[in-house]
């Protein structure tokens, strides 16, 4: 089965910049979304076809591609960004959605 | 905007059908496609399916043998039903709008609604 691969935690200082891969083999051919999910609360859409940002959220995410991995970087990290980030994609025939397992991102 | 919650029960017996609904205001439920997503606690997301309005769905492999989901545009509801569930299906599941343009993403989210599968 097809699998999008997240590294489990990042650490950052307020103010830094952080970024989170998410590799696969089918995104070069489909287009990766990324949500955020603080505890408790449903995830929330960040980037929308590989760097696309969804109205309300903030000019600090962005997102970007390169062959079978794609970035979430968030500029001038702040406290509130402290949540779980999850990566999603299609499989190469664009059948059936995949997550990635999440990355924790600590703002220190 | 559009809202969409869950409902249905919160505990559900080994080897029973596990069925929720999700109730979709704010906008009509026509020309889209809805999904299932669910997460057992302090894990990750999981994909469960879609729907459209027409009826047309596609589902996990990993659980194509045991989900069925439908549409009742009437009521502006679609639905989940998950068969001979084990402690494996204790998870918090979601519904969720997809849009599709290419490439499907999910957006918004229901609140999200607890299923402990137990005896």
């Known amino acids: 089965s097809y699998e999008l691969t997240q590294p489990p935690s990042v650490s950052v200082s307020p103010g830094q910049t952080a970024r989170i891969t998410c590799s696969g083999d089918?995104?070069?051919?489909?287009?990766a979304y990324w949500y955020q999910q603080k505890p408790g609360q449903a995830p929330v859409l960040v980037i929308y076809?590989?760097?696309e940002r969804p109205s309300g959220i903030p000019e600090r995410f962005s997102g970007s591609s390169s062959g079978t991995t794609v970035t979430l970087t968030i500029s001038g990290v702040q406290a509130e960004d402290e949540a779980d980030y999850y990566c999603?994609?299609?499989?190469?025939?664009?059948?059936?959605?995949?997550f990635g397992g999440g990355t924790k991102l600590t703002v220190l | 905007q559009v809202q969409l919650q869950e409902s249905g029960p919160g505990l559900v017996k080994p080897s029973e059908t596990l069925s929720l609904t999700c109730t979709v205001s704010?906008?009509?439920?026509?020309?889209?496609?809805w999904s299932w997503i669910r997460q057992p606690a302090g894990k990750g997301l999981e994909w469960i399916g879609r729907?459209?309005?027409?009826?047309?769905?596609n589902y996990n492999p990993s659980l194509k043998s045991r989900v069925t989901m439908s549409v009742d545009t009437s009521k502006n509801q679609f639905s989940l039903k998950l068969s001979s569930v084990t402690a494996a299906d204790t998870a918090v599941y979601y519904c969720?709008?997809?849009?599709?343009?290419?490439?499907?993403?999910?957006?918004?989210w229901g609140q999200g609604t607890l299923v402990t599968v137990s005896s």
């Open positions: 999603q994609s299609a499989d190469s025939s664009g059948t059936y959605e995949v």
């Open positions: 089918a995104l070069p051919k489909q287009y």
């Open positions: 704010g906008g009509s439920i026509s020309s889209y496609y």
């Open positions: 729907i459209y309005t027409s009826g047309s769905t």
């Open positions: 969720a709008r997809v849009t599709t343009d290419p490439g499907d993403w999910f957006d918004p």
């Open positions: 076809k590989d760097s």
